[in-house]
């Protein structure tokens, strides 16, 4: 499974790429909307974006449709740190799975298995 | 609710609601952080019990993390504080630059803020009578528009300058001419009325002006609307 982790926060990103890491599950790290297009643009595939919502310049509902129409294929997951009925309705519309911040870890692997289909346990897991 | 009290009673709860919301938004991406980096120390402990390595430097990697985003929290709640605490008083005397220290700090929250630059303010201090929640408000509402169609990378420099005796003038540069005809909105006009502060729109300069009165007459009728020569409303 090869994920992209887009958030504007970058420590936490790349705490959560590590994690990821340390559970044989490959993460790349991008800050901004548009280095996360900019890769997928260049041709770049990944099974699964797991996206926030709100970040400066092109953000993650916004992101989320553009990569999806260049890989179809692509699934996602929002992640945010907003609470809001409405940003829920809005999240829960446009990506299969909407995780309010701070994560659980083993949420997120249960959703990123969800959304692609691969099991957690099929991971070459090295925890 | 048609009742213009009553109006800015809510349009004022309403601001008091978003600044909130934005602090709480800050709070929870770096009680993330500080999730995620506990989470990776778990990790690890678990990782060295079963007698794997694990990096010195990634310890102290992570302990680092964890205390700059326990700084950065202290740094948020004192700035929801001093927002908390800026309802305290109706009417007071304030200093400019530290009502604009703390808006520059709140529309810091913004997804969209960008670059500002509070220049220093040479004596006499900027200091005058007013209801620093509802200045708070609009120096607010205008630092956000400035940022919202500002160009990328551009700084917004803030400064102060005296008008005669009878008020100071908050100063925008650097802001985005062909903007400035859709600012002030409603809610943000009738809070400026309410408190005498009027608002002049510079296009071609780029240039955004509040001008607050020394001081402010508790129960002075709302002012008409008067167009500067560039156009602008005050």
Redesign the interface.
Known sequence: MKVLLVD??E??VR??A??LD?RGIQAECVYTGAEALSLVEKGEHFDVAVLDV???GL?GIDLRRKMGEIDPQMKFVFVT????DIDYKIGANEAAFYL????N?DELIKALGKVTGVSPEDTDSQ? | MDNTQDLLQYESLAFFGKINASISHELKNIMAIISETAGLLSDLSDMASTGSPVAPDMLTSCTASIAEEIERGFATIRQMNRFSHSVDTPVQSVNLADVLALVIHLTGYLSFAGKVRLKPCEAPKPVVLTCPFLLQAITYQALAHAFKTAEAETEIAVSFQPRNDQAWRIVLTGINGTELQDFPDTITRRMAQSIGVTVHGDSPAGRLELEVPQTLEIGQPEQSSTATPNGSEG
Do not use: T
């Open positions: 504007d926060e420590k936490f705490m959560l590590r994690r340390l709100k970040m400066p953000g740190g907003h609470g809001s309010p911040k701070p994560l870890i925890h």
